[in-house]
């Protein structure tokens, strides 16, 4: 099973959210693409465009919009998968009907306002609950966390699609609820598929989503997704293509080493972990890369110490210049 999942992330110390794509398999996952998502105050400041260096041709556009558009173009290139996934921010109807005209199935979380047509008529998603018997909610697995498996309960119950594209058939909706079985939490996600699928195919759809939280931390922590600091819009196209692309290569680096090591005789060591992208750089980092120079050495910290007051000199020349232009934009 092969699922797409969509989430927004955003930095707060620059301001810049982001919306994101990530392909999943069982064999591994990676972030495939990125749209930088500017409000519509932002998008419609001229001046601002200007200095950020914004094409004229990029207009306001909303992240289901966005969404959308990364999985045109995923369409496009011949990436095919079975599921979209997302959270609550694309459960619009917009998207959902998007998602179908490409052949997708989906599993998008939805807030509790969300709204529903059942043959019982319109309600919102929280009042499904009392039509759910107790014999209809299921345990299943969801995972394993620090402290053991996680298991929550799940139920689904039919609804009417809202979302149709014209010559589709009306294909298999649905609204799956996962209940936490100790604190009662709730929450809800509307499925679709042209054909009928049992709870735990949806359930695992549903999880696979969490896969992106991890290419998040992966491409943060070992790409530096998060920490350039750029303000202008190539430079922030630049920096996230180049991360996107760091963090792609120690997946599919990690699942070579793991499809070897399968393909290899057995040893008499204990049965070890996958290797994992972060296992991968310690070792790139140890037998391939170059060493970086150590502060000890005297012409290496004498061109750090040009290089940053060179930086802070020109920072500080940037930073004055703006200031002029702003004051001169306020009278």
């Not at 799956?176 to 598929?193: N, V």
């Not at 296992?279 to 060493?291: C, D, G, I, K, T």
């Not at 750090?304 to 232009?325: E, G, K, M, T």
């Amino acid at each position: 099973m092969t699922v797409i999942q969509l989430q927004a992330l955003g930095g707060i110390g620059l301001c810049q959210v982001a919306v994101h794509l990530s392909y999943v398999s069982a064999q591994g996952h990676a972030l495939i693409d990125r749209r930088l998502y500017l409000g519509e105050a932002w998008a419609g400041d001229d001046e601002r465009r200007e200095l950020a260096g914004v094409p004229d041709e990029t207009a306001f556009a909303t992240k289901p919009h966005l969404a959308g558009d990364m999985l045109a173009e995923a369409h496009a290139a011949g990436i095919r998968t079975a599921w979209v996934a997302a959270d609550e921010v694309y459960g619009g109807r917009g998207l959902r009907a998007r998602i179908r005209t490409l052949g997708h199935g989906y599993a998008i979380a939805v807030p509790t306002s969300h709204r529903v047509t059942t043959p019982g008529g319109k309600a919102k998603v929280t009042a499904l609950l009392e039509r759910v018997p107790k014999r209809a909610w299921m345990r299943l697995k969801t995972g394993n966390g620090t402290k053991g498996e996680r298991l929550y309960d799940w139920a689904m119950i039919d609804v009417n699609p809202d979302d149709t594209p014209p010559a589709q058939a009306a294909g298999h909706s649905q609204v799956l609820i996962r209940r936490h079985r100790r604190t009662g939490s709730l929450s809800f996600y509307r499925t679709w598929h042209p054909d009928p699928q049992p709870i735990s195919v949806l359930v695992s759809v549903v999880c696979r989503r969490w896969r992106v939280e991890e290419d998040f931390q992966g491409a943060k922590g070992l790409a530096h997704l998060g920490t350039g600091q750029v303000t202008c819009w190539i430079s922030w196209h630049r920096w996230s293509l180049m991360s996107l692309l760091a963090y792609a290569l120690l997946a599919v680096g990690a699942l070579h080493e793991r499809q070897r090591a399968n393909l290899a005789e057995p040893e008499d060591d204990p049965v070890m972990v996958p290797v994992s992208p972060r296992e991968l750089l310690a070792m790139l980092r140890a037998f391939v890369l170059p060493r970086p120079c150590q502060d000890t050495d005297p012409a290496h910290a004498l061109r750090w110490s040009h290089w940053r007051r060179r930086h802070q000199h020109r920072a500080a020349d940037c930073h004055r210049r703006w200031n002029n232009v702003t004051a001169v934009a306020i009278a």
